[in-house]
């Protein structure tokens, strides 16, 4: 049974820093990893995905890279804003999405 | 092009009342996909339906769930006798396609039910 785990499970980071949100899955047999930010109260909005092929994919500040024979992913966040205070979710997609349970992030100024 | 529609946005029941969630997908998609995030818990996957067709309810709970998504119309998350329980946020989302492989989905800003 595919389990997804995301650590830390809360961070609070002063703004400007770099920051390393870990994704870690127990089947390697998936097409694709896609991580998500959600807003409180509201919907998801689409980070990254990264197909299965892929090593890693990078949409401006955000870069997101995949191991899949060690069953890991890893978003980075360059120079962290307080706009980007959120929960970040990963999830992996072998015949469904499967969730992680996130990462909220505080961003203070 | 309207994204994922969701309604009611928020919606409170007493114990016993049935809920009804609408989920109207983006245009030109023709999968819809229900999941439910219980309050500090992880999304999860209920549903997955195609035009007049469910494809996979393996998520769904045996009793008192139901969903549809008719010909014409939104899709249709249907909850009967609702109980504290059931009390979570239910997010919708569409693809274009579906079938073996991924396609990307798209998530509406989901309905919050609070079950008095």
């Known amino acids: 049974k595919q389990e997804v785990t995301q650590i830390p499970a809360a961070l609070s980071v002063p703004e400007g820093e770099n920051l390393v949100l870990n994704c870690s899955f127990t089947d390697s047999a998936i097409y694709n990893l896609q991580w998500f930010r959600q807003d409180p109260g509201k919907g998801l909005t689409s980070l990254l995905l990264i197909q299965s092929s892929q090593r890693e994919q990078t949409s401006g500040r955000l870069n997101a890279s995949l191991d899949k024979s060690s069953g890991r992913s890893t978003l980075y966040i360059a120079a962290s804003q307080p706009g980007d205070s959120a929960t970040y979710l990963c999830?992996?997609?072998?015949?469904?999405?499967?969730f992680g349970t996130g990462t909220r992030l505080q961003v203070f100024p | 092009n309207a994204g994922v529609m969701q309604n009611p946005r928020h919606l409170v029941r007493r114990r016993g009342q049935e809920a009804r969630l609408r989920c109207s997908p983006m245009k030109g998609h023709s999968h819809v996909y229900w999941y439910r995030q219980l309050p500090e818990e992880g999304l999860k996957f209920m549903v997955y339906?195609?035009?007049?067709?469910?494809?996979?309810e393996s998520g769904m709970p045996k009793e008192r769930f139901s969903a549809e998504f008719p010909k014409e119309g939104p899709s249709i998350l249907r909850i009967q006798q609702v109980v504290r329980g059931d009390s979570a946020a239910y997010f919708c989302a569409s693809s274009s396609t579906g079938g073996g492989g991924y396609n990307e989905q798209f998530f509406g800003p989901g309905t919050r039910l609070t079950v008095l």
């Open positions: 999830a992996v997609f072998p015949d469904k999405l499967i």
């Open positions: 339906l195609q035009k007049e067709n469910i494809i996979d």
